[in-house]
């Protein structure tokens, strides 16, 4: 069994369950309840909006509002990255807890592949998946390019920064689940790992400190940048390293428990 092999058999299991499809379709429905309101608000305020010299558009508005409410300001609950804090611990709980409630585990570690390799072929089939679920919901603001005027660039930026949002989600999800011994227990730890590695610099922010490491360590400002349109390298790196720690605390897992038998 190679890498790609986990990949395909754990895509599989992500798309046979019901699960899966349930939350995509909840997801995808509440976004386009979320996009029909930002599209009315817009359309109540656009003769207003026209008359400032540098007001925001449809991509400010709407587009990009689709990702976040609580980082774009926006009065509507739960855009993408609301949602997949909400919704990824519940896809990635199975992944390796399962396997290891079920007693199926030590079938890929006899299978010859490594800890490095079972951990990473689950989070790539789970990163397939809401990449999938990302290009469904862009799919909703675009609908409407060809009567609108998009800032592409600003729009591609947001989108990268959303989908770096999901793939630490994910990382943890998956990480959690190589932790735990039930889907239930990875579920809820993975759930409390990103809603505190989004909200850890609201009390330095209350306090008026915004310079701190707490908001350098929170999730929220790095996303808040990519989503003004500002790709920057060091907010790039920052999640590409914490999604390294999450996928390395996950494989020193498995290794201790392929070590143990």
Known sequence: MTLFAVTRLELRRLFVRPLGWFIAALALAELGWRFALLLQIFLLNQVRLAALPDG????????????????????????????????VPLLTMSTLASER?????????????????????????VLIWLALWLLLAIAIPISLAHGTSLDWGKLAAATLGTFLALAVLGAIGV?????????????????MAGLALNCVNLGAQ????????????AMSTHQETL????????????????????????VRRLAADRERG
């Open 101 to 125: 409630s079920a007693g199926t585990l030590q079938l890929l570690f006899a299978s010859g592949l490594s800890s490095t390799r079972i951990l990473l072929g689950k989070y790539l089939a």
């Open 56 to 87: 925001p558009g449809y991509t400010d508005l709407v587009a990009v509002r689709m990702y976040s409410s609580f980082i774009t300001g926006s009065p509507l609950p739960f855009g993408v990255i609301e949602l997949a804090l909400l919704l």
């Open 227 to 250: 989503l003004r349109g500002l790709v920057s390298s060091a907010d790039i790196t920052w999640f590409l390293l914490v999604i390294a720690v999450a996928l390395a605390l996950g």
């Open 206 to 217: 209350l306090a008026g400190v915004n310079n701190g490491f707490l908001n350098w360590l």
């Open 175 to 191: 990480s959690c689940s190589a932790f735990a011994s039930h889907p239930a227990v990875a579920a809820v730890a993975a759930l």
